[in-house]
């Protein structure tokens, strides 16, 4: 039933039907709307897509909305690089007990408002934003009766929140995904969306660098597209070596290349991180459904391994001089870098 007036607010604790949307940090605004079970299942993205068909909805206060939220909870998370098939690995955990959420657009928000936690302009105090990601922890532990562990995959550009919602949630674990930098590159080079993707976040990655005191940023007006990219690896990959550096037990690497070589394997050593309790059979079930031949973003759409494989070589060979280029940039700056080089020299 659609809720009325007040009750978007009182249902909004147990009630995972109300999803909290987007966040207007600004105007102090959060948008509510209806998803049943099949549109979070269906759902590659919960941003502005999620609303498509246009579910009810109403935009609350965020005071509101977080005085309305249980913050004890553990949902599991999954941070990624970007272009390395965490989209494929969630899809897979819905098939084998997990409950997806995929890319939630207030953990976007909150990336780009923890970059500036510092920042005279930031309209979070660091105390008010632990509160508020508490109270987004809460929201997305909530699932349907017959749903299993929520697991929540962020955009490959929220990694930066991933030690505080650890830090928050003794019970969360977390997988990350990654590719080597040449399979990244070569990846991502590939698609036609990356000057246009890559470009947009390096303001949000050199910010958090910045933070971390990583030193020898680039100016993002000087980089190239491979070098937009690079960025993105390092960021991202940089995230994922301190988490296994300081939270191992809780903290699973998964190369991607590694999963598609033994997905079964691997599959479950994902499931078995965390606690779906996942019988071999459901595993191999999974491996060997329809989830694995589609493209994961785009279920309409077939995508199989070996298609992938044929765009990456073909991407390898037709930008070998920008991804060796990107390669040895990378290898300069984080061979000036006390951070970078202590965590990022070995992959390099």
């Known amino acids: 039933m659609t809720p009325t007036g007040d009750q978007w607010l009182q249902r909004l604790s147990t009630d995972y039907q109300i999803c909290l949307q987007q966040m207007d940090v600004a ?3 959060g948008l509510l709307v209806l998803l049943d079970e099949n549109a979070y ?43 390395c098939g965490s989209t494929l690995i969630s899809r897979l955990l819905d098939e084998v007990g997990g409950f997806g959420l ?26 008010a934003f632990d509160a508020a990601l508490a109270r ?31 830090g928050q949630s003794v019970s969360s674990r977390a997988l990350t995904l990654g590719l080597k930098p040449e399979r990244f590159l070569a990846t991502v080079l590939a698609g036609q969306y ?41 960021t991202e990959t940089l ?29 479950g050593r994902i499931a078995s991180h965390f606690d779906l309790n996942a019988t071999s059979e459901q595993i191999s079930t999974a491996i060997n459904g329809p989830v694995m031949s589609r493209y994961s973003k785009a279920p309409e759409h077939g995508y199989s391994t070996n298609v992938r494989d044929q765009l ?24 000036n870098d006390a951070i970078l080089s202590t965590h990022m020299e070995p992959l390099l």
């Open 194 to 234: 990356a000057p246009f993707e890559f470009r947009a976040a390096a303001p949000l990655r050199l910010k958090r660098l910045a933070r971390l005191g990583v030193n020898g940023l680039p100016s993002a007006h000087s980089l190239e597209t491979p070098q937009y990219a690079a960025l993105a690896w390092l």
């Open 41 to 83: 299942r269906n759902a590659s993205f919960l941003d502005q897509r999620a609303l498509a068909h246009n579910p009810p909805g109403q935009w609350a206060s965020l005071d509101d909305i977080w005085r309305s939220i249980n913050t004890n909870a553990s949902p599991h998370y999954i941070f990624h690089i970007g272009h």
């Open 136 to 166: 987004l922890n809460g929201l997305w532990d909530r699932r349907p009766p017959s749903a299993g562990q929520p697991i929540v995959k962020a955009t490959s550009q929220c990694s930066g929140l991933a030690s505080r919602i650890l």
């Open 27 to 29: 105007t102090n605004r």
């Open 102 to 127: 995929r890319e939630p657009l207030p953990l976007r928000s909150m990336a780009e408002a923890e970059a500036e936690l510092d920042a005279p302009w930031s309209l979070f105090s660091p105390a």
């Open 239 to 267: 995230v994922a070596r301190q988490l296994q550096a300081t939270d191992a037990q809780r903290v699973l690497h998964i190369d991607f290349d590694e999963f598609l070589d033994a997905p079964a394997d691997v599959l």
């Open 312 to 335: 990456v070589a073909k991407s390898s060979v037709q930008h070998e001089r920008a991804i060796r280029d990107a390669i040895s940039w990378l290898k300069d700056w984080v061979a």
